[in-house]
Nanobody, 119 residues
């Protein structure tokens, strides 16, 4: 069974940076991509970034493009989301997900980590 454990959330001021980590275990042959979703209070969950495990290709939602960078250390089975130039509207619970492909619905979800951007 795939397990995804996020870490690195917290409180940061506008314009600041945070790096989220996601440690994966129990990977299966149908698990070819990992990504990040987020859910802000009163809003639907939003897929914001994804990375292919095999070739490292990446995807970003327009809302984070140019500010967030997704990466993965395959040797450590750990994925990262570097978040720069954070805005109050980035405040949300961030979830690590496992997928067959980046354009498909996630099969696995982490427990989530809170990111709060506030002065």
């Amino acid at each position: 069974q795939v397990q995804l454990v996020e870490s690195g959330g917290g409180l940061v001021q506008p314009g600041g940076s945070l790096r989220l980590s996601c440690a994966a275990s129990g990977l299966t042959l149908d698990h070819y991509a990992e990504g990040w979703y987020r859910q802000a209070p009163g809003k639907e969950r939003e897929g914001i970034s994804c990375i292919s495990i095999s070739d490292g290709s990446t995807y970003y939602a327009d809302s984070v493009k140019g500010r967030f960078t997704i990466s993965r250390d395959n040797a450590k089975n750990t994925m990262y989301l570097q978040m720069n130039s954070l805005k109050p509207e980035d405040t949300a619970v961030y979830y690590c997900v496992g997928l067959a492909k980046c354009d498909q619905v996630p099969d696995y979800w982490g427990q989530g980590t809170q990111v709060t951007v506030s002065s």
